[in-house]
Nanobody
Framework: VQLVESGGGLVQAGGSLRLTCTTS????????MGWYRQAPGKDREMVAG???????VYADPVKGRFAISRDNPENTVYLQMHSLTSADTAIYFC???????????WGQGTQVTVSS
């Protein structure tokens, strides 16, 4: 199973970006998909997650600004980000859980840089 993120880049504070995570290697729907991020010098943190039924969860810092969605037939997950600030600068990773009750597959990450 492979996960590939895209959509990162450089954006000004207050701007928006949409991240996409495409997957391959399985025809089964992932039970859960999500996004994590890691800023320089900090631990990786959960940003948002979504179940196969569409139940979502968000980290407090992104609530009301980010929206996670998924396309189940395509096993693709998206992260729409609005009102970006410098605190959102990080490498964003896609994660997926198939059958272990925890995220077991990870992408390589995509850099998001917000300039102030």
């Amino acid at each position: 199973v492979q996960l590939v993120e895209s959509g990162g880049g450089l954006v000004q504070a207050g701007g928006s970006l949409r991240l996409t995570c495409t997957t391959s290697g399985t025809d089964d729907s992932f039970n859960a998909m999500g996004w994590y991020r890691q800023a320089p010098g900090k631990d990786r943190e959960m940003v948002a997650g979504i179940s196969v039924k569409g139940t979502t969860v968000y980290a407090d810092p992104v609530k009301g600004r980010f929206a996670i969605s998924r396309d189940n037939p395509e096993n693709t997950v998206y992260l729409q980000m609005h009102s970006l600030t410098s605190a959102d600068t990080a490498i964003y990773f896609c994660a997926a859980e198939l059958d272990r009750g925890e995220y077991q597959y990870w992408g390589q990450g995509t850099q998001v840089t917000v300039s102030s």
